[in-house]
């Protein structure tokens, strides 16, 4: 168990639609980050937040947002649903130590959505 | 443009006997290296990781060798057991400064390791 989790574990919806995705960091976790893992292109990043703010991003799209909570909670809100959508998404969290490189991340056990 | 590497998507070895996995990289300001294992329905476990600063490290039966002229990173299990059979990712960041430090991956490799 890494410590990190995530709701729902399953999401099956239609497309057009609109959810919400939720991750609780590690204990004394800063750094929020989300991934999405689809058939044919692995782990992909999408976005960053440290200690609320926005930090990195990736190849998010424009439908999709995402926001961390003063309590470090992070959500994805992925809108306008495609079928292409359907992945499984990953949220990580890390101490997010500035300066170095040694954020070693902790991964979630995943949401896998279904856009039908 | 994929920039990690897995060029191997299978590997299957016996049990008692070495697994080596590798990955290449093709960014020259990656300088933090992880690998993670992955077992089906489950989010990736950290495994080991190495810096560039460093050209190996070991923990336990896992050893990761960097060598940085070559772009190129291994991964060795020694002995392997049935309980290593996963996917196992390869992981790259560089370093922005900051608190920045997003990962690249490579696609995995599944290793399956036989009684």
């Known amino acids: 168990d890494s410590g990190v989790t995530q709701t729902p574990k399953h999401l099956i919806t239609a497309t057009g639609q609109r959810v919400t995705l939720r991750c609780s960091p590690r204990?004394?976790?800063?750094?929020v980050y989300w991934y999405q893992q689809s058939l044919d292109q692995g782990l992909q990043f999408l976005i960053q937040?440290?200690?609320?703010?926005?930090?990195a991003k990736g190849n998010i799209l424009e439908r999709f947002s995402a926001q961390q909570f003063p309590d470090l909670h992070s959500e994805l809100n992925l809108s306008s649903l495609e079928l292409g959508d359907s992945a499984l998404y990953f949220c990580a969290s890390g101490p997010g130590t500035s300066g170095g490189n040694t954020d070693t991340q902790y991964f979630g056990p995943g949401t896998r959505l279904t856009v039908l | 443009d994929q920039q990690v590497k897995q060029n191997s998507p299978s590997l299957s070895v016996q049990e008692g006997r070495i697994s080596i996995l590798n990955c290449d990289y093709t960014?020259?300001?990656?300088?933090?290296f992880l690998w993670y294992k992955k077992y089906p329905a489950e989010g990736p476990t950290f495994l080991i990781s190495i810096s560039s600063i460093k050209d190996k490290n070991e923990d336990g039966r896992f050893t990761v060798f960097l060598n940085k002229s070559a772009k190129h990173l291994s991964l060795h299990i020694v002995p392997s057991q049935p309980g290593d059979s996963a996917v196992y990712f390869c992981?790259?960041?560089?370093?922005?400064?900051?608190?920045?430090?997003?990962?690249?991956f490579g696609k995995g490799t599944l290793l399956t390791v036989n009684p």
């Open positions: 204990s004394g976790d800063l750094s």
């Open positions: 937040y440290y200690n609320g703010e926005e930090r």
């Open positions: 960014n020259s300001m990656f300088d933090y």
């Open positions: 992981a790259a960041s560089p370093t922005y400064g900051g608190s920045n430090y997003k990962l690249t």
